[in-house]
């Protein structure tokens, strides 16, 4: 059984820091990318992020760029999200989500933004930052 947990959210003034996990459970390799996405209150659901547990490239939404930075575990299922200088309007539902059905697992172009694109879906955990 697959599953994706999310830790590390909280709250946070602006300007401040967090650093989400997304924990994966139910894969037997490393052939896999983790988006993150986020929901914030009367909005829809965007991806943010992409990191690829596979090779390690990551994607970045214009809005993070820069604040935002994704790493992967080497030794745990465990993909990161840093965030950095946080603003008010990154306060939201932050979801990871895992894309496994290939056929590739990097994280180069904009796809990796799209729902569709993902698998298996976390929970979420909340980030909120205040001014």
């Known amino acids: 059984q697959v599953r994706l947990a999310e830790s590390g959210g909280g709250l946070v003034q602006a300007g401040g820091s967090l650093r989400l996990s997304c924990e994966v459970s139910g894969f037997s390799d490393d052939y896999y990318a983790i988006g993150w996405f986020r929901q914030a209150p009367g909005k829809e659901r ?4 992409c990191v690829s547990k596979t090779d390690g490239s990551t994607y970045y939404v214009n809005s993070v760029k ?3 930075t994704g790493s992967r575990d080497s030794a745990k299922p465990t993909v990161y999200l840093q965030m950095n ?8 539902v932050y979801y990871c989500a895992a894309h496994r ?4 697992y990097d994280c180069s172009n904009s796809i990796v933004t ?6 298996y879906w976390g ?6 930052v205040s001014r």
């Open 46 to 49: 965007e991806g943010v992020a």
């Open 66 to 68: 820069g604040r935002f």
């Open 114 to 119: 799209q729902e569709g694109w993902y698998d």
């Open 85 to 92: 200088s946080l603003k008010p309007e990154d306060t939201a």
């Open 101 to 104: 059905s290939g056929p590739y």
């Open 123 to 128: 929970r979420g955990t909340q980030v909120t």
